[in-house]
């Protein structure tokens, strides 16, 4: 499917933990994997983040949405 | 730094686009990355999701939080 | 009330199911409703997506915050 | 497409609004449609929601991804 | 009104910059404020927080809802 | 650390209710605390807001993310 969301990652589920109401599941990425972050222009240049810096992306797990084509 | 998100990305940034209030940036993932997603048990039902398939991960770009330790 | 959301949408509860932490609730929604969505630039050209065109919105249920007037 | 959300809206592209970075797309939503909403155990019983009840959902625009199957 | 959210924080408006799509708003909270988090229990054990930590709170903009009773 | 959301509240933890899955975790701010907002410009004007109103700020606890320096 064609969606709206910049990211979308080629995934292999390792772990499914089922819940009462939520579930966990784990993934190994695939690669190539290309990521993309909006954040306030503000943040930008507070976190002095520039072209070719390594940096770490936190996403809480309730903010990533699984799908199959 | 510990947070209390389950993903925890290592990414090289690739480009920076600066816009009046927000701005867009982007990633190139760096190996190994594992991560993880929380969805309803229903859905986890519903999608048939089971360890060892492939799927595809879909994060809205806003939901990326970049940070440097 | 007044909120900053684009979205507010009448709906009328069909079922709940609590679980030790989290709750799923089920609402049928009710007419006429709009909806809006904020996306990248980026997205809305790799989407192709124009007026008069039929799409679906996937939204995570822990995104949709329930109120009383 | 099948995916992990519990939302899937059908709805008609009304207008486009095309900005620097983010863009804000509105939708007529097309019936029927149900809604789900996962809340706290805790904010279930402080808000006194029962089966029959009419709320409003609100839902911030960025929450709102749209796809094309 | 009655919400369903954890998190209700009373706040003075501070400045407000609009851009064309996205506006941003500053707050200076008044007291008290109680605020509330829903992570992993994975999360929870790996963070290692207990009752009496100092922590932070990182939140983005994009999730912050502001609204008048 | 240095990250790329706009919101960073001091807080101290008054209790932590563990579930199967998730986890809620309540806090006390410390001050002084400063909060942001991003909402669509549209949003800013239909809600009326200006610097000095008193408002309400919503935040579903998923949204919030706990770290330790």
Known sequence: MKHGARNSVKAKVKSIKKGDIMSLIKFEVMLPADMASVITT????????????????????????????
Do not use: N, Q
Request: hydrophobic share 45%; proline share 4%; glycine share 8%.
């Open 42 to 69: 503000e943040s930008v240049e507070e976190l002095g983040i520039k072209v070719g810096d390594e940096v770490k992306l936190a996403i809480k797990a309730v903010h990533v949405l699984p799908y199959k084509d």
